[in-house]
Each structure stands twice: as structure tokens, then as C-alpha cells.
């Protein structure tokens, strides 16, 4: 049997083939999002204890009231954006969910979405699967990678449904200044775009950074969706679990496609996330915990011959080796997996026409023995 693929052009994924080639070659692997090292043992315990109390069962479909609840506290006391628990808030399985939930809501066939590149792989393939277009404004190291809000505006049609955002930014670790929110606010007046916004790293961000989600300025709540992540922030990207929040007339579409999706998210984990949130340190301390990660990469790569711009936030550090050679990103990350063993994503995968920006990003999200060691071979070259 064959079938007619709905997404032709998609393979295995650069994440794939360079773990792959770490795993073989036994190179670090500073390739993929995520940790190296384990969650909190308190939230081991918590879940242990939820699923020995019984907690086993289907969670309600928008998730359990108390996780719904703390993370209405949490997002009142931190960012001043009010939501409420029952009819704004939905439990989810993982940012990604709440990405595609919220396409698969929103878009008919024929609408377009805006979409910045570099982008994060699941933005377009959300759009497409949905019937939608992505409009695609590429950023790229000669800017600096900011938004040109004057490009934006020029993309807008009539069948602009709506703009993705990620803040802070992955790969390139920018994030959103209060300026691009009052020129986003801008461009949106007077139309009905909504708003996607990805903030799973909204608690690793750097120099007193404050995070600015566009649902935190007064024009902007109405339309947006904030689609968040707990897998980032406690080190357990495995169990897959995120939020959406969004005013209620968003938040039911919303409800109506997350039911046919996953209907639930895990419960004991659900559980221990809202016990484990009681305490805000919880989540305000990894913002200097990869602080100075970021600082000890960056300081260990010194003697070396990349240049760099200091992450703002997230957990990749994007470095320029243009002084270096001019290969193309992606032959030169496969080749320096294999020769000095350390993996890393070359930028041009985030582009649809795999723009070269002669860029390399490294995940910082790693035991500092293997980062020491990492920066030590890249300063051989
Ligand atoms: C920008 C961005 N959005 C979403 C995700 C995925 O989040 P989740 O695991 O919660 O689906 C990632 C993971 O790397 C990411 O970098």
C-alpha cells in the first residue's frame, strides 16, 4: 500500500541525523534542545507520589484546576496579564500541541501566516497541515536578526490570519523589545490578526532582561495566543507538557481542537508541576542557572576564532565562523561532529531556502565538564 504523502518534503530532521552522528562518533553533543542533566528530585518525588495516591486517570480535558490556577497566579504576579483558570487556560502536551492546536483552530484553507525565520521547525508544518500559507520574513546576522517592522507591514494581505512569534528566540536567542511590541500593535490595529506566540523559554533570559510576551501590552491580549512550555524551565523536556493561554472566545476554539488531539495531558504530572510552582524560586532561578552557563561557554571560547554575540535569552548560543572557513553551515556542522567531535545545528535548517548565514548554534543546556571540553576543541580550530 502506498499512500499520498500530505508533507512530501519532509525527512528526518537535522536534530535526528546529528544526535545520530554524535551518538555514532561519540562526539558531545551540543546539537539538540535539551538537557543533559536531571529534573529536580522533588518533582521526581512529586509525580512518584501522585501516581502512588492514584492519580492515574484521564486529567480533565483543559487540565487540572490547580495548575490551571497557579499559572494564572504566576502570569498575573510576574508579567501583570490576567487570566482566568477556568475558560482561559488549557493544559497541553507540550508547546508544540499548543502550536498545532491553535492552527488547526484558527486557519481555513487559503490563510496565511507570517512567520520569521530562522523558525522553529513545527511553525510550518502546523500551517500547512491546516491548509494555511506561511509568508515567510527572513532575518538574517546582517540585521542583527531584528524585525523589520516595515517589512511586516508590506506582507500583510487580506488573507493574513496570523503572526507567529517566538520570544525568547530559538535559534538565535533575541527576544522581543517593548518597541517591536508597539510596532507589532501597529501593524495588527484595525485588522483581525491574531497572534501565536512561542515563550517557552520565557524564564531563561539574560542582563535583567525582562520577558515580554505581546499579550503583555493592552492591545495586543485580545488576539494572542501564549503558548507556553514546562519542559524547558524543569529540565524535563521528556514528559511533554505546556500550556495555551488566551482570552475565552480563543481559548473555546482552542478547547475544541486540543480535544481531538490529546483530549488530556498527563495527570500525575499535572499534580506535581502545581505543587512544585507553589514555590516561585522554582522557576526564577534557571534564569541564572543557564546565566552562567551561557557565561562559562562564552568565556571558554575566547582563545577561539569564532565571534558571537551574547545570547539574550533560551539555551543556544549562536556563533559566526566566517573567520574560519566559508563551507557551507551544514557541511562544516556534520564534518566537525565527526573530525573534532562536538555536534551542533547549522542556522540555514530554520530557513525554508536554507539561507547560510555562516552560523553554527550550540545548546549550553549541558554539564559544564562537557561544555569546557567542547569549547576546548573549537578552540583548536
Ligand atoms: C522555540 C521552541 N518552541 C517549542 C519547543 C517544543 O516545546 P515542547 O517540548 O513543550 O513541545 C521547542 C523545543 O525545542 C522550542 O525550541
Request: negative net charge; aromatic residues 12%; charged residues 20%.
Amino acid at each position: 500500500m502506498t499512500i499520498t504523502s500530505k508533507q512530501p518534503n519532509v525527512g528526518t530532521t537535522i536534530f535526528t541525523v546529528m544526535s545520530q552522528l554524535a551518538a555514532e562518533t561519540g562526539a558531545f553533543n551540543l546539537s539538540q534542545g535539551f538537557p543533559n542533566y536531571n529534573c529536580s528530585p522533588k518533582l521526581i518525588e512529586l509525580v512518584n507520589h501522585y501516581m502512588q495516591k492514584g492519580m492515574n486517570q484521564y486529567a480533565p480535558m483543559a487540565g487540572i484546576m490547580p495548575l490551571r490556577e497557579i499559572l494564572a497566579q504566576k502570569t498575573a504576579d510576574l508579567y501583570h496579564i490576567h487570566y482566568h483558570p477556568n475558560d482561559e487556560i488549557t493544559i497541553v502536551s507540550g508547546c508544540t500541541e499548543a502550536i498545532y492546536a491553535t492552527m488547526a483552530a484558527i486557519l481555513h484553507k487559503g490563510d496565511e501566516v507570517i512567520v520569521f525565520e530562522p523558525a522553529y521547525d513545527s511553525y510550518v508544518p502546523s500551517i500547512e497541515l491546516n491548509g494555511g500559507k506561511p509568508v515567510f520574513v527572513t532575518l538574517t546576522a546582517e540585521n542583527d536578526f531584528s524585525i523589520d517592522w516595515s517589512v511586516v507591514k508590506s506582507k500583510i494581505t487580506k488573507h493574513t490570519k496570523a503572526i507567529m512569534l517566538t520570544t525568547p528566540h530559538n535559534p538565535t536567542g533575541k527576544c522581543l523589545t517593548q518597541e517591536d511590541l508597539a510596532q507589532l500593535a501597529e501593524v495588527v490595529r484595525d485588522t483581525d490578526i491574531l497572534i501565536v506566540s512561542d515563550e517557552v523559554y520565557e524564564h531563561i533570559i539574560f542582563d535583567n532582561r525582562l520577558h515580554l510576551s505581546p499579550a503583555s501590552h493592552p492591545e495586543l491580549k485580545q488576539r494572542t495566543f501564549l503558548c507556553g512550555s514546562f519542559g524547558k524551565t524543569f529540565h524535563t523536556t521528556g514528559w511533554k507538557l505546556g500550556y495555551c493561554l488566551a482570552p475565552v472566545e480563543l481559548t473555546a476554539e482552542f478547547r475544541k481542537t486540543h480535544q481531538w488531539i490529546t483530549f488530556a495531558s498527563p495527570t500525575p504530572m499535572q499534580y506535581a508541576f502545581a505543587d512544585f510552582m507553589k514555590e516561585p524560586d522554582n522557576y526564577l532561578s534557571v534564569r541564572n542557572f543557564y546565566e552562567e552557563k551561557r557565561n562559562k561557554f562564552i568565556n571558554w571560547l575566547k582563545g577561539s576564532r569564532f565571534t558571537l554575540t551574547p545570547a539574550e535569552g533560551s539555551f543556544f548560543q549562536m556563533v559566526s565562523y566566517n573567520q574560519i572557513t566559508d563551507e557551507s553551515d551544514y557541511e562544516l556542522a556534520v564534518r566537525w561532529t565527526k573530525e573534532i567531535g562536538v555536534a551542533s545545528i547549522p542556522i540555514s535548517v530554520f530557513y525554508h531556502e536554507k539561507y547560510d548565514n555562516k552560523i553554527l548554534r550550540f545548546c549550553f543546556a549541558k554539564d559544564d565538564e562537557m561544555l569546557e571540553k567542547a569549547a576546548e576543541r573549537l578552540c583548536r580550530l
